[in-house]
């Protein structure tokens, strides 16, 4: 039976033995790898007198200690115990472990025949018995023996020190990391790779070999990952004044990957959709998805292996910051305010959901069952957020000055999230006591916000009240330090100055610290209309009934590009909630027509950034509409909104038309202004206009590059425009050998609202490119279907529940952690009808009721089924 017990913070004790040293060889066999581990272990408590070590699945063949055979250990569930009242002491562990029986992509597995691991959270004790949590920091030496023929490349983390033949076909190499590290950190490839080769010359003038590993065939699409790479190592010399540490880097690309990268030091392990790509196969969100997820792995070289988490409650520590630092490498080096924008969706869209569901949990979790379920929107992106409250708090220069401290204090040790914010204050000087509730409470803080204005003595007064929900995690709720960024703007749209009761000048950003707080503002000419929450200064939401012209001053006249996106997709969700209570109440559904006009502006400007418009006319995604809604009402939202999109087609046909024609015909087009086209068509085939299928069909054949492709086929296949079928059949017989390529076929399918989809769904199933064993087709196909396909996955006869609960039962034995991740839209049933509720809940009674339920589903399961 799993140890299916809680782990607490409040727990937490430092061990009683460490792990200066090991030595590591690997025997590589697909069934029977053997593993030597010898390990120089130190004593730390003197009053310890067992060593208790992790391990799962391991096959134990020997123990020594010091070169003695030693007999009077014992196996247990979770590891191996054995008597040890030294010191230290030399300890030889050998064990055999099984890579090709590994479907669970933990530990050391086969991937499409090359062997690789993924260590973290806790992989490495499938590997063999060991200290296996993060506050345990040895030095790595790795030995690596396999057939030369199949396995030409051995890699390990560190500088290769010798390299040779043995007997047979058999060569053998060995590495070095001069660096201590947690055993999550430990990498190691065996295969046989076409290698882009290149290299980097740091700030100091030290050399680096880079190397980027691909599967044979496919290094003309390696470029674009490399050309990430560099930037990525000039940009943190740059701005966080951090320079590479070892001779080489190593990237190493492989199909079968539970997730999208992973950080190992000097050998990171990449998922092949965050490196594979070129122009005719990947979209230009693909090369963005690469640059910024090759840039956050080089990034954790510091924040996260130099320094790294003391305990894995503190994941946050390293992957809050290093999203921050992720977000702000894509955003110098693009466009802010789309990357801004793309922030702020992934915490409306998921985060906040999250935190309203049953797995809601602080950015720094009080207690885990499946360490691996806490790699969250939360942890990741509400702590980047909150990183980024701290930057907006310190300002840059305070700020860098923190993290200056922070590398000052704990390099090469493995400290907690308080660290790092003590580092930021004492560099500062600024007050962090109270911003530290961010970490340990869970929740959405809501801001209301009320004003009042004198003509007479020109007073403007704000009054902001926050307030968060309970969550089902039980945490406290006391008043948070809320960064709030506010304009004022006056009847023609100007900025008026911020002043305070005195006259005085003051910053943009108030501190809303109390649960109610007015802010006075004096010598404010006129009335004005409000921008707030400028650039999503904190992770809230805001309770303010903002009038539809106000939005739309705001649209046009706000000084921030993000504050004018923000209007308008809260004009957007404003009109489609309204047309759902309208259809609720049996009325029909009203045009749009102040965003209509909006539009039009927003379309007509030259010289914007078409981006920027792109994002600015497209329709709240339904997840968000849910978020707003409180109680979803699903057919009427997703009729509500298909009726907004018909609307804005049918009405703005022409405009829409002429800039797609006007774009269609750009000399040299760019990323920005293919976002921006394929936006129009989506909104003319949403319309059904004529044209649409013709603008479509010729977009489809002549396009050059996937983004325009994929683009003319989502528009056929979402909006039955006719000739769809034929269209993704010939998309089919294109690709159907690039199976990155097929993932977006996947998707699409998957993610079409037609009546048949469920059929369809098992033929997919049964696709000669999908396999239920690779993740990547996984979460395309049947997660788009869960999270992307509202109308078939809420379908009011469960069917779309069913389906989705089937594939769990199988992914539960073979992957219990790509189960876990396609179970949220599950879990997450408080949002709607009492029905949906009831028949999702059937479900997951369904799936706690299985024997063998893994407790990466047992832990969400359970909590679902409790709230
Ligand atoms: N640190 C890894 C994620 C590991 C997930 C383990 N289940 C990738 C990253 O965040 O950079
Ligand atoms: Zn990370």
Not at 87 to 106: G, R
Not at 228 to 239: F, I, P, V
Not at 637 to 653: K, S
Not at 733 to 752: E, I, N, T, Y
Request: negative net charge; proline residues 4%.
């Amino acid at each position: 039976m799993t140890d299916m017990q809680a782990r607490h913070l409040k727990d937490y004790r430092a061990p009683d033995y460490t792990i200066s040293d090991v030595h590591l060889t690997f025997e590589l066999d697909p069934e029977r790898t053997r593993v030597t581990a010898r390990s120089t272990v130190s004593r730390l408590n003197s009053e310890a007198t067992q060593l208790t070590l992790d391990g799962d699945e391991l096959k134990l063949l020997s123990v020594s200690i010091d070169g003695k055979p030693c007999n009077d250990y014992q196996t247990t569930d979770s590891g191996l115990e054995l008597p040890l009242p030294v010191d230290s002491a030399e300890l030889e562990i050998v064990t055999e472990i099984n890579p090709k029986a590994n479907s669970k992509l933990e530990g050391l597995y086969l991937s499409d025949g090359a062997y690789c691991t993924q260590c973290e959270a806790e992989g490495f004790r499938r590997i063999t018995y060991f200290l296996d949590r993060p506050d345990v920091l040895a030095r790595y030496q790795v030995r690596v023996e396999a057939p030369l023929s199949d396995f030409p490349y051995l890699l390990s983390n560190g500088n290769l020190i010798a390299q040779g033949s043995l007997d047979g076909d058999k060569h053998y190499a060995e590495w070095q990391d001069p660096f201590p590290k947690p055993s999550y950190l430990f990498a190691l490839v065996a295969g046989d790779f076409d290698c882009l080769n290149d290299s980097f010359t740091t700030r100091s003038g030290r050399e680096v070999a880079l190397q980027v590993f691909v599967d044979k065939g496919n290094l003309n699409k390696a470029d674009h990952a490399m050309a990430s790479l560099k930037h990525s190592m000039k940009w943190d010399e740059e701005r966080f004044d951090l320079e590479y540490d070892l001779d080489i880097y190593m990237i190493v690309a492989v199909d079968f990957f539970n997730m999208g990268a992973m950080e190992n030091k000097g050998l990171n392990l990449f998922n092949t959709k965050y490196v594979l790509a070129d122009k005719a196969s990947a979209t230009d969100t693909d090369f963005h998805g690469i640059e910024s997820v090759i840039g956050h792995e080089y990034f954790h070289n510091w924040t996260g292996n130099r320094v790294t988490c003391r305990d894995w409650f503190q994941l946050s520590l390293k992957e809050g910051l290093t999203v921050f630092r992720d977000q702000e490498f894509s955003s110098d080096l693009g466009s802010r305010t789309v990357n801004r924008i793309d922030a702020v969706k992934a915490i409306r869209n998921a985060q906040f959901a999250e935190d309203a569901g049953p797995m809601a949990h602080p950015i720094r979790p009080e207690s885990v069952i499946e360490m691996n379920n806490f790699y969250t929107v939360t942890v990741y992106n509400k702590g980047a957020e909150v990183i980024r409250m701290m930057h907006t708090l310190l300002g840059e220069s305070g700020f860098q000055a923190g993290m200056k401290l922070y590398f000052e204090r704990y390099d090469g040790q493995a400290v907690t999230c308080d660290d790092f914010v003590a580092a930021m204050e004492d560099a500062s000087g600024v007050d962090l006591t109270q911003f530290r509730r961010w970490y340990s409470q869970a929740g959405t803080p809501t801001v209301a916000v009320s004003h009042s204005y004198d003509a007479k003595s020109q007073r403007f007064e704000l009054t902001l009240s926050q307030s968060t929900p309970d969550t089902a995690d039980g945490s406290a709720k006391l008043p948070f330090h809320i960064p709030f960024d506010i304009e004022l703007l006056d009847g023609n749209g100007k900025a008026i100055e911020l002043r305070d009761e005195q006259g005085a000048q003051i910053n943009s950003v108030l501190n809303l610290c109390e649960s109610e707080q007015t802010f006075v503002f004096s010598q404010v000419p006129c009335e004005p209309v409000v921008s707030m929450l400028r650039e999503f200064s904190a992770p809230v939401k805001l309770d303010y009934q903002f009038s539809e012209a106000q939005l739309t001053h705001l649209i046009r006249f706000a000084s921030n590009e993000f504050s004018r996106w923000d209007a308008a997709q809260a004009l957007a969700t404003k009109l489609i909630l309204e047309n759902v209570a309208r259809l609720q109440g049996g009325e029909a559904c009203q045009p749009p027509k102040d965003l209509i006009s909006a539009f039009e502006g927003l379309l007509g400007q030259t010289n914007a950034d078409l981006a920027f418009v792109a994002e600015c006319i497209a329709t709240p995604e339904f997840a968000a509409l849910v978020d707003a809604s409180g109680k979803a009402d699903v057919d009427a939202l997703l009729e509500a909104r298909a009726y907004h999109r018909e609307q804005i087609g049918a009405q703005i046909q022409q405009v829409l038309a002429d800039t797609y024609a006007n774009l269609a015909n750009e000399q040299s087009p760019t990323p920005a202004s293919r976002a921006l086209k394929n936006q129009c068509l989506s909104y003319l085939a949403a319309a059904g206009v004529p044209k649409a299928k013709a603008l479509c069909q010729s977009q489809f054949d002549s396009a050059d590059n996937m983004t325009d492709s994929l683009a003319a086929l989502a528009a056929v296949a979402l909006y039955k425009v006719p000739g769809a079928d034929e269209m993704l059949k010939q998309f089919e017989q294109k690709w159907v050998k690039v199976p990155l390529v097929m993932d977006k076929w996947f998707a699409l399918q998957g993610s079409r609202n037609d009546e048949d989809v469920l059929e369809r769904m098992e033929y997919l199933c049964s696709h000669q490119a999908f396999s239920m064993s690779n993740p990547n087709r996984v979460y395309s196909l049947i997660g788009s279907f869960a999270n992307r396909n509202p109308a078939n996955f809420h379908k009011a006869d469960g069917s779309g529940y069913r389906f989705l609960t089937e594939r769990l039962i199988e992914l539960n034995s073979l992957n219990p952690q790509v189960a876990s991740r396609l179970i949220t839209p599950l879990i997450q049933f408080q949002r709607f009808d009492v029905k949906r509720q009831e028949l999702m809940k059937g479900e997951l009674s369904r799936l706690l009721a299985m024997p063998d339920l893994a407790k990466d589903l047992y832990e969400k399961v359970s909590k679902a089924l409790d709230a």
